[in-house]
């Protein structure tokens, strides 16, 4: 891969060779191309990180907090002290701050899937513990990556809930909640024969076109802010296949 440096290592070798040397006017045509190259490498950076820390995490976390919620909850403040570890030095900061945005997630995550993930109503709310926080942060300005990661995350969970709500799965999602695993998948055959029928696909179609829309969109952008809010948002996508292809072959 090219490294931050190849624009200007290339110039300083043809130049040394004495077959080309080139004007002052090019070497700032260089740094700008390099900076460019640079700008755009951190934009998909954190487009990749934000579309892992949604995506990998739920399987991650999802044992773990059904056989040891409480740790999954005090892994939280390990989240949050890394983030601000990272925070604290120049070239670590957007990570940092991508990270503390994560952590909000992961504390809601906890919470949910560890205490209250047989009852459905509540699961928004939920999953919108860090909105209020998260809100203030972007009225003063701190924290844009982490808090519209955050936001993004929060928005993909808000449409997969409304489209449980419309295909009429919430029925079948407290059942899975009360059963052993080893007993889930006639339940998930049901609700997988839901999904397959005219109106459940038509939602399907709704939920993925949305998602799409709303992630390419915020994609285009060039600020890094609307890249980490556009990886959460298409990875819900990827989250939601993933579980419908588990439900398929169960």
Same mark, same amino acid.
């Given at each position: 891969m090219l490294n931050n440096n190849f624009f200007s290592i290339a110039a300083k070798i043809? $130049?040394?060779s004495g077959q080309f040397a080139l004007p002052q006017e090019?070497?700032?045509i260089i740094n700008y191309l390099q900076a460019v190259w640079c700008a755009r490498r951190k934009s998909w950076l954190v487009f990749a990180a934000a579309s892992f820390l949604v995506s990998v995490p739920v399987f991650a976390q999802a044992p773990l907090v059904r056989q040891l919620p409480l740790f999954s909850l005090l892994m939280t403040i390990g989240w949050v002290w890394l983030g601000l570890i990272l925070l604290k030095e120049e070239a670590t900061h957007l990570w940092g701050d991508l990270l503390l945005g994560f952590s909000w997630s992961w504390l809601a995550g906890s919470i949910y899937w560890g205490w209250?993930?047989?009852e459905p109503l509540i699961h928004l709310p939920v999953e919108a513990i860090g909105l209020p926080f998260a809100v203030? $942060?972007?009225w003063y300005g701190w924290g844009k990556?982490?808090?519209?990661f955050y936001l993004g995350s929060l928005l993909g969970t808000a449409l997969t809930d409304v489209y449980f709500y419309l295909t009429d799965l919430i029925p079948y999602w407290r059942q899975?909640?009360?059963?052993?695993t080893t007993l889930a998948t006639p339940i998930l055959q049901s609700a997988l024969a839901q999904v397959n029928t005219p109106w459940?696909?038509?939602c399907s179609v709704l939920l993925v076109a949305t998602l799409l829309v709303i992630g390419l969109w915020t994609l285009g952008k060039n600020q890094l802010h609307w890249k980490a809010f556009s990886g959460a948002v298409l990875s819900t996508i990827l989250v939601d296949s993933l579980f419908w292809l588990a439900a398929s072959i169960a």
């Open positions: 043809l $130049s040394q090019n070497c700032g209250f993930r047989w203030v $942060s972007l990556v982490g808090n519209w899975l909640m009360k059963v052993d459940g696909i038509s």
